[in-house]
């Protein structure tokens, strides 16, 4: 479900908008329909909770709906419906009790003082075709993301996850593109490590057998 | 020679296509004599890969999507 829209998707888009800027109803459906999945989808990975997920998805569609004057397309409609949501899923986040977060950098790569790899790499990216659609895979997988800091997470979610260029998912969270191609990279390194961790005592699992 | 820590600090930018040729040669020659940092950049695509793809699987329950639908059309009718 990436979202790499092409120049007709951005146009009727476009047209979509000022439709409902003039007030035909039709084109708010339409909207709706194009950003529903996409609002819910981050909302609940930003927020780990369904009924969250629904609260931010429903707000930003009232949003939308209400407040479609204040949008002056002077950045993309998509940023703009992507940054309520974040903004949104914050709200909700802000209102519970903070877990503590894991220390990222305990997971990134470790080196000698040659500046060469100190781990053992394997590389099971061949090996996970049978995983992949296990129910145990999906959870590893789904924790993983939850344990990545905020900062990274939501980038994480509007580059890889959503498929939005660098500069959209900076111009969304107000970030250089420097930025959020650092932080991209440590959510990736992370999820790497957390991955390779199961991937790992997968196969060793296997060769006992 | 590059060394591992300088690899894979520019893992990120050759993935994308963002590095000039010459840095890409020296990155490759590395991978040519450093079988950890191919697993390395292997497991990197591999797990980026696999987290977006189980991440988009998400789908709208069934009882969410309709309470939205209702408040949706509350909404147009009030308007």
Redesign the interface.
């Known amino acids: 479900m990436s979202f790499s829209q092409t120049k007709e998707d951005k146009a009727t888009e476009e047209a979509l908008v000022r439709d409902l800027q003039n007030g035909n109803l039709d084109a708010y459906d339409k909207l709706a329909e194009i950003y529903q999945k996409k609002i819910y989808g981050l909302s609940f990975h930003l927020t780990r909770n369904q009924m969250d997920a629904q609260d931010v998805t429903q707000e930003v569609l009232l949003t939308l709906f209400r407040k479609i004057n204040m949008f002056q397309g002077k950045s993309a409609f998509s940023s703009w419906v992507y940054r309520i949501a974040v903004n949104a899923s914050y709200m909700k986040l802000r209102s519970k009790k903070k877990e503590p977060n894991v220390s990222i950098d305990e997971l990134m790569p470790s080196f000698n003082s040659a500046g060469f790899q100190q781990e053992k790499i394997q590389d099971w990216s061949e090996n996970t075709e049978s995983l992949l659609f296990t129910k145990e895979t999906r959870d590893v997988i789904n924790k993983a993301v939850d344990l990545l800091p905020e900062k990274e997470k939501v980038v994480f979610l509007l580059r890889d996850v959503e498929g939005l260029s660098s500069e959209k998912a900076g111009e969304i969270l107000d970030l250089t593109v420097p930025a959020v191609k650092s932080r991209l990279h440590r959510a990736r390194l992370f999820l790497r490590k957390k991955l390779s961790n199961y991937f790992e005592e997968f196969s060793s699992r296997k060769a006992e057998k | 020679m590059i060394?591992?820590?300088?690899c894979?600090d520019l893992?990120?930018?050759y993935i994308e296509g963002e590095l000039d040729s010459e840095t890409t040669k020296s990155l490759e020659e590395h991978f040519e004599d450093c079988p950890?940092?191919?697993?390395?950049l292997?497991?990197?695509?591999?797990?980026?890969k696999?987290?977006?793809?189980?991440?988009?699987?998400?789908?709208?329950?069934e009882g969410?999507?309709d309470?939205?639908l209702k408040?949706?059309k509350e909404?147009?009718e009030e308007?």
């Open positions: 060394c591992c820590k300088e894979l893992l990120y930018d950890p940092c191919i697993s390395f292997n497991t990197y695509k591999s797990s980026t696999l987290c977006r793809d189980t991440l988009n699987q998400i789908e709208i329950p969410v999507r309470s939205l408040v949706l909404q147009k308007k």
